[in-house]
């Protein structure tokens, strides 16, 4: 698939489209493109010139365009209501540096600018959001957050995007804040930066098994937190019936409950069938779907902010991220496929089953 850079208008903050659709807010940079991935690591740069493409077409669509938000470094203050203030001052020092933190996880000379940046971006977004600039908006950071933990870096993640994001909306007086982390990958660094918090609510859907072997459906959270940890662990090779059975058994049902003030996406699209690292078989129009569907159980004063996370195929993120933001603008998604028209496995029923069982004792489940 070809792609190019993208398109982000240069319009004022909360300006308003001129078509039917809601004004959408962007938090991009250019800086996101400095952490260089080294020869065929999945983690490129090109990823986000999918995204940006998709996100385009989307806007192409419906006849509009979209708010880009002026996006800054996130301050110390913002990384340190998650992050070991040491960790954060180490990782400074290694601005400029390149290598490996870890098997997975590498660094550029610019990939520490290029966090800081990112970080700064999922806290844009969540400002401009709080003061009503927009009801909806993407933050495109790279390098990914959701695995990084409070203390080092983790599976491509150097700072934890979606978490900083969640502290700065508790920050602004948000009271109650739910992280929907659909990447297939389990998010252990934001689920342990609030494993213990009744505020924030983590929910994520993960294959299971895989990378990095967390999110088991009895992790519910520890002391205030427990019942505010809910993990859907689920086999490979769901599709998106299997996606809409669990969100209609209990990712809808627990929002609705819970009844946020702002809500985050860890939006990874590496569940798409056509990914390379997992054995999903969701489509865009699943992805699609599930924003709409999340949509429906909102209040219309709760904020969304879609936070970039995985996805490795360029042909799944440009289709998958224009299917979301089709979603916000038009609420146009086809809906998820009913689970009686395309019957559960018995193991996929069995998951599900057992997820539910897990959170019984704290939500009401459909």
Request: charge should be negative; hydrophobic fraction near 45%.
């Amino acid at each position: 698939m070809t792609v190019d850079s993208g398109r982000i208008s240069q319009v004022p903050l909360g300006a308003r489209a001129s078509v039917s659709g809601p004004p959408i807010l962007v938090a991009d940079d250019a800086l996101f493109l400095d952490h260089v991935a080294p020869p065929d690591h999945p983690e490129r740069g090109e990823r986000l010139l999918a995204v940006r493409a998709g996100i385009d077409r989307a806007a192409a669509a419906v006849g509009t365009d979209y708010t880009r938000l002026q996006v800054q470094d996130a301050s110390d203050e913002q990384l340190a209501r998650v992050h070991a203030p040491r960790y954060v001052e180490s990782l400074g020092h290694l601005a400029g540096r390149s290598g490996y933190l870890d098997a997975d996880t590498y660094l550029s000379a610019g990939s520490v600018a290029a966090a800081r940046r990112g970080a700064g971006a999922a806290v844009s977004l969540v400002g401009a959001l709080h003061q009503g600039s927009a009801r909806f908006g993407f933050a495109l950071p790279r390098p990914p957050g959701h695995h990084a933990l409070a203390d080092r870096a983790m599976g491509f993640c150097l700072l934890n995007n979606v978490a900083v994001a969640a502290a700065q909306a508790r920050a602004l007086g948000r009271e109650r804040v739910l992280v929907l982390d659909w990447d297939v990958h389990h998010g252990n660094g934001t689920e342990a930066m609030f494993y213990d918090d009744p505020s924030v609510l983590f929910l994520s859907l993960h294959q299971h098994p895989n990378y990095p072997g967390t999110g088991a459906c009895d992790d519910v959270g520890r002391g205030d937190g427990r019942g505010r940890n809910v993990n859907l662990p689920l086999p490979p090779g769901a599709t998106d019936a299997v996606y809409a059975a669990a969100f209609a058994q209990i990712v809808l049902p627990v929002i609705e409950q819970f009844a946020p003030q702002f809500t985050l996406v860890s939006c990874g699209f590496d569940a798409h069938a056509r990914d390379p690292l997992a054995q999903m078989e969701v489509s865009a129009t699943g992805f699609g779907a599930m924003t709409t569907s999340l949509l429906g159980v909102l209040d219309e004063r709760c904020p969304l902010g879609i936070v970039l996370e995985g996805g490795y195929d360029l042909q799944a993120l440009g289709d998958s991220s224009e299917a979301v933001a089709a979603a916000l603008w038009a609420g146009r998604a086809e809906p998820l496929a009913p689970p009686l028209a395309h019957p559960l496995s018995p193991e996929q029923t069995s998951a599900l089953r057992r997820i539910s069982e897990a959170q019984a004792p704290f939500w009401r489940l459909g």
